[in-house]
Every structure is written in structure tokens, then in C-alpha cells.
């Protein structure tokens, strides 16, 4: 019968998301002692310039690894995070490590180059986002502009002027602030007339289909106009030697994708660096 159909969909409904409510309190434990015992690792992916594979910065990305789990994804725990507010500790573990790392390259007369970090959409409407930040500067001793803050581009959606607000002062204490995810959301346009970004991060699903003459429509009058307006470009998700020529044909050269190089351990990008430095000191 009809109705014994509904209570079956109900009830599968029902198991789907107590599994669900179950996977998500699993994490909210574990994230608990994964902050204590270490096992939130910062891993580091190289942004390159596509004509000649330099690295040219790099965006800090976390890694769980889990003891029984192994390497758990971000997208199966941040938005877990993102919804009970740890977020905002985990958050503040992996830029603690970026300044670190940082202030050390500093300190030993190494080559600095921006290392992003990722803003969640929670921590952005957190008042204590700019103290935070302003601390960690201080106390690690890292010029701002070296720490740029990705904020994904449906954080902008809610509360759209507090969050001009916000931003402007941090870009007035020196912070960049760079758009990520770009293309993926809705209030774009507006956003571009009214906000000054210093980064916009063009999404993965935007180059992805190059095969369409609309996309490759859409991408170069994109580049183009965000050139005019004057924001610097990274393109995500570059995967391809095809993604890649297409790109610099439309005079974009940063970009981050798996072409060049993959997230890594920040001991592993440190290597990428001295190597590079070493090169750079024999062409000199
Ligand atoms: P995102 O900030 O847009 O980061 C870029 C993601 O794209 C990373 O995934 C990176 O590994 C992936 N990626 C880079 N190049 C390629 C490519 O060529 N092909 C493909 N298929 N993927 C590529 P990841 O590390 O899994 O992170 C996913 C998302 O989780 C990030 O997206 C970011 O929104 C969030 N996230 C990661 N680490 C943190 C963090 O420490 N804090 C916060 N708040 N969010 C984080
Ligand atoms: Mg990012
Ligand atoms: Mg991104
Ligand atoms: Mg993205």
C-alpha cells in the first residue's frame, strides 16, 4: 500500500540520518583528542607560475591523521566543525603552524613567500578573528601580507556589509584577503562593485569543462575582467597541460593544481623552497 511505502521511506530516511548524526558525533569526540595528541597535520600545496613552474607561495590545508581511520579528507570533517564551532580551534592549530613556519624563514634570512590560510565561514563573523590574527603577526613576527586569508565566496552571502567591515580592517592592518572558491556562489557581481579584494581564487569547477566553447567564453572574459578591475588571479584545480596553455594564452600565470605539484607536508614544501633558493643563488 501506499502508506506502508511512506513508512519505509521514512524509515530509511530515519537510518540515513541517524548514521549520519552518529558520523558527525564520532567526529566531534575525536577532534577533541586529535588536537591533543597531534594528529592534525599542516600540509602545504605550492602556487606556481605556470610559465616556468616556480613556486611563488603556497595555501595551508589540513590533514587528521586518524590512528584507526588513517587520512581523514577535510570535506568529511570541516563542515562537521564548521557546524558544532570547533572549527574555529582547528582553525587557529593550523595558522599558529603557518606563523611558525613563517617567523622561522625570517628569522634565518630565508626566502619568504606567502603561505594563505583558510578562513571558515564561521571564524569570518567571529569578532575575535582580527585579534587573533593580529596576535599570532605579532608574536611570530611575520609581515601580514605574507598570511593572505582565503575566504570562500558564500561566506560573503549573510551579513555582507559586517563582513566589508571586517575585511577592510584587517586589509587596513596589512592582511590580503584573497576570494576563494569563485564562481561557485551567487553575489559575485556585487560583491566585485563593492568590496575590494586583493585575490580572487578562480574554483576548479570553473576550468574544468574546457572542451565548451561557452566555458572557454566564460573563463577568458572572467580573467579579463577581473585583470581590469585589478585583482590579482589564482587558478585552482589545474590539472591538465591543455587547462594550462588555455590559461596563459589568457594571461593568467598563478595557479595551484595537481599538474605541478600536490598538498604536502610543510617539511616536504620547506625542501621545494631551499631548492629553489639554491637555484636561484647559482643563476645568480
Ligand atoms: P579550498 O580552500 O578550495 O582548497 C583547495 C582544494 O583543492 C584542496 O582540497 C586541494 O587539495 C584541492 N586541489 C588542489 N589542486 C587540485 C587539482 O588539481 N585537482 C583536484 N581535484 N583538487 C585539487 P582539500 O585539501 O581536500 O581541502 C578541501 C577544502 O577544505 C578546502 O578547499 C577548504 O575549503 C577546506 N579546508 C582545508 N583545510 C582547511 C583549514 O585548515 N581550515 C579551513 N577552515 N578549511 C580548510
Ligand atoms: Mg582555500
Ligand atoms: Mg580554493
Ligand atoms: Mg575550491
Redesign the pocket.
Known amino acids: 500500500s501506499i502508506k506502508g511505502k511512506v513508512y519505509r521511506t521514512y524509515a530509511v530516511f530515519d537510518e540515513k540520518m541517524r548514521s549520519q548524526k552518529m558520523r558527525e558525533r564520532q567526529v566531534e569526540n575525536d577532534i577533541v583528542s586529535a588536537l591533543e595528541n597531534g594528529e592534525l597535520q599542516?600540509?602545504v600545496?605550492p602556487k606556481v607560475d605556470m610559465r616556468d613552474g616556480r613556486v611563488i607561495g603556497g595555501?595551508?590545508?589540513?590533514?587528521w591523521k586518524h590512528p584507526e581511520k588513517g587520512l581523514v579528507?577535510?570535506?568529511e570533517f570541516?563542515p562537521v566543525?564548521?557546524k558544532n564551532g570547533f572549527?574555529i580551534n582547528?582553525?587557529e592549530y593550523?595558522?599558529e603552524k603557518v606563523f611558525a613556519y613563517l617567523g622561522k624563514l625570517h628569522r634565518e634570512d630565508r626566502m619568504l613567500v606567502p603561505v594563505s590560510?583558510?578562513?571558515?565561514?564561521l571564524?569570518a563573523y567571529d569578532e575575535k578573528l582580527a585579534e587573533t590574527l593580529i596576535r599570532l603577526r605579532e608574536e611570530y613576527d611575520v609581515p601580514p601580507e605574507y598570511v593572505p586569508l582565503?575566504l570562500?565566496e558564500s561566506a560573503f552571502l549573510e551579513d555582507e556589509a559586517g563582513m566589508y567591515r571586517r575585511m577592510e580592517s584587517l586589509r587596513e592592518r596589512g592582511f590580503l584577503v584573497s576570494m576563494?572558491?569563485f564562481g561557485t556562489g551567487y553575489s559575485t557581481m556585487n560583491m566585485l562593485k563593492n568590496q575590494t579584494l586583493d585575490e580572487i581564487?578562480i574554483?576548479?569547477e570553473f576550468i574544468r569543462d574546457l572542451e565548451k566553447d561557452k566555458s572557454r567564453i566564460i573563463i577568458r572574459n572572467t580573467i579579463a575582467m577581473l585583470q581590469q578591475l585589478g585583482v590579482h588571479i589564482v587558478i585552482?584545480?589545474?590539472?591538465t597541460e591543455e587547462q594550462k596553455s588555455f590559461l596563459l594564452g589568457c594571461g593568467c600565470t598563478d595557479a595551484?593544481?595537481?599538474?605541478?605539484h600536490?598538498?604536502m607536508p610543510v617539511e616536504a614544501f620547506d625542501a621545494l623552497l631551499l631548492q629553489q633558493e639554491c637555484e636561484y643563488d647559482r643563476t645568480k
Do not use: C
Not at 59 to 63: K, N
Not at 117 to 121: A, D, E, G, M, T
Open positions: 599542516l600540509y600545496q595555501e595551508a590545508l589540513v590533514r579528507p577535510p570535506r570541516i566543525l564548521e572549527i582547528v582553525d593550523i595558522w590560510i583558510n578562513v571558515s565561514r571564524h582565503e570562500t576563494d572558491d581564487k574554483d576548479k585552482e584545480g589545474v590539472e595551484q593544481g595537481f599538474l605541478f600536490r598538498p
